[in-house]
């Protein structure tokens, strides 16, 4: 799959196919018990079939205690969820819930929910052909005049759940269809898909669950959203699934309390989530999730190292942490001759930055930075303009490519580009790359690659510069202005990317522009990925 077109899957038709998988229904519980009485008579008519479907209620401290109504499904049980966890809320609940059961797929469904009897079948049936694959249920409002439990059973068994109510006196969750329809069914959408993943009714494989690290049991509102941030850096793909339809009883707080649900919400996902960007309107903060996580090897000289983070930290993309690579523990504090050690170099960019907060000494390169949006790698001898990062991450978001590189004049390698990494696309790739499979290959074809002259973004050799240069305070400012500015994206020459001939002939391409002292015209074209044929 290309980014989130779910469009290569092809999972069965409801009701002629065969499920094969195991499948937990999780519902968090508060002094819920009508209209959990509710959900479970409708889930008691499920065509997903009762050996594999198993339905796991999570009381987070109800009273009097939830109590398991009698019609329900056949497996279907309460976990009370213990007062010495991690805490309380709907997602602490979700999460006692789901380490509680047993399914190969976590199905979410609120306690306030009437599902029609194909829902569960619907949604997991994708679960079946991808597990890359989170599916979002649909769901109608419905103010007032409930059903009986009898009544949701006896229509369940009619086939007349759906007309339970009329659509036009029922309204549609919003803001979310509307995202899923102008997206063509996310198929189109960007990295800010996420924004539909609301927990009311979603599913998505255990395995999936636990590599995005669980729902945050700290947070009491917006764990969806949070949590869909960090399914999208794992490299999910969103599927909404109209098939799977059901009736929710009564408003949501965003329809009665939106504005003080934001208020709440916004100061807590600005923390964890550099997405949206209108979280965090200003500059100069530190967050716990950085949008760019740069990485640098401390390999040269402490001078040259040194303008290479300092121009990172210089930049006007503030929300941004270095990681600096060297083996720190070799260095100890045994007697020598100080101006001779030989990791003089080492010990003095130690010095230098082991108070700086947004720069970490590690002592391995990472191989993914999740739950950061990016990771840039930049080689030690390269200088970033102020705005090189920025403009770098609009070109990956312009183009919603996997992989941006900037390539300064004579390189001969890509490992001497400037690289943008996309979490994303690089967690996906990872997971479905083939042995013997370039990772920058792999995530070309699942979220497309970007070329960009690295002198048009301000990137400087650092070891060609004086030793002045190199302790410049702030990098020079390269802002393209009128006419010029507007060339510089879209009236350009094509640099090819296709292997080392087409970086050689970028290079050369380069190199004469730069002979000649005219103004680079380097066309910044995506390759469009190819779905693979299987």
């Not at 209108?278 to 740069?294: F, G, K, Q």
Request: charged share 25%; hydrophobic share 40%; glycine share 6%.
């Amino acid at each position: 799959m290309v980014r989130n077109d779910w469009s290569p899957l092809k999972p069965g038709e409801i009701g002629e196919w065969q499920p094969t998988r195991s499948v937990s229904v999780v519902i968090p519980a508060y002094n819920c018990q009508e209209s959990l009485n509710l959900t479970l008579a409708s889930l008691s008519h499920q065509t997903y079939p009762d050996h594999l479907l198993e339905v796991v209620v999570a009381d987070d401290g109800s009273e009097p205690p939830i109590e398991l109504p009698k019609i329900r499904p056949t497996n279907c049980r309460i976990v009370r969820v213990p007062e010495h966890s991690t805490g309380w809320g709907r997602s602490n609940a979700l999460h006692v819930g789901a380490i509680n059961s047993e399914g190969e797929i976590l199905h979410w469904l609120d306690a306030d929910m009437v599902v029609f009897p194909e829902h569960v079948e619907a949604q997991v049936r994708w679960h079946h052909v991808s597990e890359e694959a989170v599916t979002l249920g649909y769901k109608r409002f419905v103010a007032s005049d409930f059903p009986t439990p009898e009544e949701v059973s006896e229509r369940a068994v009619a086939g007349t759940l759906d007309k339970l109510y009329r659509i036009q006196d029922t309204e549609p969750h919003d803001y979310v269809e509307k995202l899923i329809n102008d997206t063509d069914q996310l198929r189109g959408g960007d990295h800010l898909n996420f924004r539909a993943h609301v927990g009311a009714t979603a599913a998505l494989t255990r395995t999936l669950y636990l590599a995005a690290g669980g729902l945050n049991t700290e947070l009491r509102l917006g764990e969806d959203t949070e949590f869909g941030y960090r399914l999208t850096q794992l490299g999910a793909v969103f599927i909404p699934e109209p098939r799977a339809g059901s009736w929710h009883m009564g408003a949501t707080h965003m329809m009665t309390k939106g504005d003080a649900l934001r208020r709440y919400n916004h100061p807590y996902l600005a923390e964890l989530m550099p997405h949206p960007r209108y979280l965090r309107p200003a500059a100069n903060r530190s967050w716990a999730v950085p949008l760019i996580t740069a990485v640098v090897q401390a390999e040269g000289s402490f001078e040259l190292v040194r303008a290479c983070v300092d121009r990172l930290l210089a930049g006007d993309q503030t929300d941004l942490r270095v990681k600096l690579v060297a083996d720190w523990d070799a260095i100890d504090d045994n007697r020598r001759s100080v101006l001779a050690d030989p990791l003089l170099d080492r010990r003095l960019l130690q010095v230098t930055y082991r108070s700086e907060s947004r720069v970490e000494l590690v002592r391995q390169a990472p191989e993914t930075v999740f739950p950061s949006p990016f990771l840039l790698n930049v080689p030690p001898h390269l200088g970033v303009d102020v705005n090189t990062v920025r403009r770098m991450v609009a070109e990956a978001d312009e183009w919603q490519a996997g992989l941006v590189r900037l390539l300064p004049t004579g390189a001969t390698s890509p490992a001497e580009a400037l690289a943008l990494w996309r979490t994303s696309a690089l967690s996906r790739a990872q997971r479905v790359r083939r042995p013997g499979e370039q990772l920058d290959k792999v995530v070309a074809e699942v979220a497309g690659e970007r070329w960009v002259s690295g002198d048009e973004f301000g990137v400087v050799n650092l070891a060609l510069l004086s030793p002045a240069g190199l302790t410049s305070p702030r990098p020079r400012l390269v802002q393209p202005s009128g006419k010029r500015a507007r060339r510089s994206y879209s009236d350009t020459e094509t640099i090819p990317v296709g292997g080392v001939r087409s970086l050689a002939n970028a290079t050369r391409f380069v190199a004469r522009q730069a002979a000649i002292g005219v103004a680079r015209k380097v066309r910044r074209r995506v390759t469009r990925p190819t779905p693979p044929s299987n």
